[in-house]
């Protein structure tokens, strides 16, 4: 569960069923749950149980009733620690003292981190960045710490500058907060200058530039202490804090700890870093002459707290390699080169909060001989601490780009479902073709090829192709989210399937030999998804809705020199295309936005609304009054001139002269 109440359902009669909640304990001896019996209520500690019965499914309502504000001083009812609750639960179905259904529960829930109280007088002024910076040095990054190459740094010392005096951030983002702009009158940023800059150029100090106009309004903010001082790392300079999700697991000599993975041409990279909490699966071809060795497994990973674990490697031996040599180009011989290689590396690592616990590491070896293509697979699973399974929680329940796609028939007993497109292999037929699973936020086109007769049955041809590619899909549903969970129907979403479209087929199937219109070759999956929000920087991605069509074609039979007794071949493809949407529908344009663009400033160089903006309070350039008094006065010489280019006032001029 994922905050302060959980939802399921019970299936079946419950009339004269009895519904309890319990908190359970786990043995410190064996580490097993307590045995639940049917003597327990319906509240227990801080937990209450509510059940809604229905026609055939009940839904049970399990919420928590105590407060989850962080404890501010001099204060009771509230959470002492980020980590306010860490319970497990277990609801109960029971009729005559006889149990039907068990429902284990483990609930971790934070304290709310929004601040409710009032803000302290010590709270920190930021100043107003309108005039002032906000930070002098934005390439300063980690806080104790010299950032290499930002010579802004205060934590960088005289002898770690001279190792990148030379490439340090320019701009910006190396601490010159204030540039000279090209108006200015001491500039020389303009290759050419014309005559007239002299007189138009700002006589301006650094300290009031058009780059401060950038910022917004400061205000204030609550002082943060840490819990715990954060240790430092033995080489000098660096921090750890713990990983977070996508960070590069590093090693004890402050490297990346690479594993071999593909990369987005498709080619394998060996020397890629392992990002945390994300696991992948590769197979890399590789032969005798180009074959390297990775990393040595006596290498000791960073844990995230500066201290260092060592891997748990087992070691096996593959004697019949027939499965991962795909291609031999010359026979076996007395004179062939052979030497022992790793064939697959199967990495597990055990993590909670932001470190890692442990690291498992399965080896196989085989033998490869010259002339051979050996298939490597490399595989990274990273599994919780308190797991039991491989089935968990990510600190982002969201989809990650490249994670397979959450699918279930949820119309079944068994709701494991799959939603795959082809890995073609061999000479691409599909009867030789296996699966690949459709990966999250990657557009791909995938197919194979049908042998068709000439005396095929164009009604048994559709059908055939229909089942080859109803066969990617054996699901109902798609799961929102990357942990949606089975027992949840608000998790999922319905797979919309729009049937191909058939005309008469009597007139398909006549007299035309070799012809059949209105083959539902093609296969369609959109699938639309959403940015809902953020977990720590990265995006919550959703998914909205998926649809699923048909393309139909005509297939004709492809003659050679003859058509008798041959045959020909029909391709059929699947694709999977990813469309992202706004999180809420876009504010609909008004009929005076759409008739007159005129007034539109996006649809055209003069922008006549924004005319007097230096005027409005949406201008943030420099005070407000000090807009409305250069307003008024350059308003006052507009309307002087206009006086004085009027004839009357040449003669009212004249009159006084005489």
């Known amino acids: ?376 697979r490399f595989t990274v699973k990273f599994l919780s601490l308190k797991s039991t399974n491989a089935a968990e929680l990510f600190g982002n329940p969201g989809y990650q780009v490249g994670k397979p796609v959450r699918a279930a028939n949820l119309n079944a007993s068994d709701t494991f479902g799959s939603l795959n497109i082809w890995q073609p292999a061999g000479r691409g037929l599909c009867v030789s073709a296996t699966y690949t699973p459709v990966l999250f936020g990657l557009d791909s086109l995938s197919g194979c090829i049908l042998e068709v007769g000439i005396n095929e049955d164009c009604s048994l041809l559709r059908g055939n192709v229909t089942e080859k590619l109803n066969s990617l899909i054996q699901a109902t549903h798609i799961g929102k989210r990357d942990n949606s969970s089975y027992s949840d129907l608000n998790d999922w979403v319905e797979i919309i399937r729009l049937d191909p479209f058939h005309s008469d087929a009597n007139v398909s199937s006549g007299s035309l030999k070799g012809i059949c219109p209105d083959i539902p070759a093609n296969l369609n999956i959109h699938i639309i998804f959403a940015d809902v929000g953020a977990v720590q920087g990265i995006p919550w991605q959703e998914i909205l809705a998926v649809q699923i069509s048909y393309s139909t074609v005509t297939w004709q039979f492809q003659c050679g020199l003859t058509c008798e007794n041959s045959i020909s071949f029909l391709p059929i493809t699947a694709s999977v295309q990813f469309v992202k949407v706004p999180a809420q529908p876009p504010i609909p344009m008004t009929r005076f936005q759409i008739n007159y663009t005129e007034f539109d400033c996006n649809r055209n160089d003069v922008c006549w609304p924004q005319l007097f903006y230096p005027l409005t309070r949406f201008y943030t350039g420099e005070p407000y009054s000090q807009s409305l008094a250069k307003g008024l006065s350059l308003a006052f010489l507009v309307l002087l001139a206009a006086i004085m280019s009027n004839p009357w006032f040449s003669k009212l001029c004249n009159s006084f002269l005489v």
């Open 1 to 376: 569960m994922s905050g302060p109440r959980a939802n399921s359902f019970f299936l079946g009669n419950s009339s004269g069923v009895n519904f309890s909640i319990i908190l359970s304990s786990v043995d410190k001896e064996t580490g097993k749950l307590q045995l639940a019996n049917c003597s327990g209520s319906k509240r227990a500690g801080d937990w209450n149980l509510n059940v809604t019965s229905g026609m055939n499914p009940s839904k049970v309502i399990i919420s928590l009733t105590r407060n989850l504000q962080l404890c501010l001083p001099n204060a009771t009812d509230c959470c002492t620690t980020p980590l306010c609750v860490v319970e497990t639960l277990q609801v109960l179905a029971c009729r005559d003292s006889v149990m039907l259904a068990h429902l284990l529960i483990q609930a971790e829930i934070y304290a709310n981190s929004s601040f409710t109280g009032n803000v302290s007088e010590n709270a920190t002024i930021i100043p107003n960045q309108v005039f002032w910076p906000l930070g002098s040095c934005p390439c300063d990054l980690t806080a104790g710490a010299c950032d290499v190459r930002c010579c802004c740094d205060p934590e960088c010392t005289p002898d770690l500058k001279q190792l990148f005096n030379g490439s340090c951030f320019t701009g910006v983002f190396g601490g010159v907060v204030n540039p000279p702009f090209d108006q200015l009158c001491s500039s020389n940023s303009m290759e050419y200058i014309p005559d007239w800059f002299p007189f138009l150029c700002v006589q301006s100090s650094l300290n009031n530039t058009p780059f401060l106009g950038y910022f917004y309004h400061g205000s204030t903010s609550t002082p943060r202490v840490p819990p715990f001082k954060i240790p430092l790392q033995t080489s000098p300079g660096t921090l750890f804090t713990g990983y977070r999700q996508g960070d590069p697991i590093m090693t004890e000599e402050n490297e990346y700890f690479t594993i071999p993975q593909q990369s987005m041409a498709g080619q394998c990279v060996g020397n890629a870093p392992v990002a945390y909490l994300q696991n992948f699966d590769v197979k890399c071809l590789t032969n005798l002459a180009s074959y390297t060795e990775g990393l040595p497994h006596d290498v000791r990973i960073n844990s995230g707290t500066g201290d260092f674990i060592q891997q748990n490697v087992i070691y096996r031996t593959i004697t019949d390699m027939g499965k991962f040599i795909t291609e031999g180009e010359s026979l076996h011989t007395a004179e062939v080169v052979c030497q022992n290689v790793t064939v697959a590396e199967h990495y597990t690592f055990i993590w909670k909060d932001k470190n890692i616990e442990q690291i498992n590491v399965t080896v196989f070896l085989g033998s490869l001989c010259d002339g051979e293509i050996l298939t490597q």
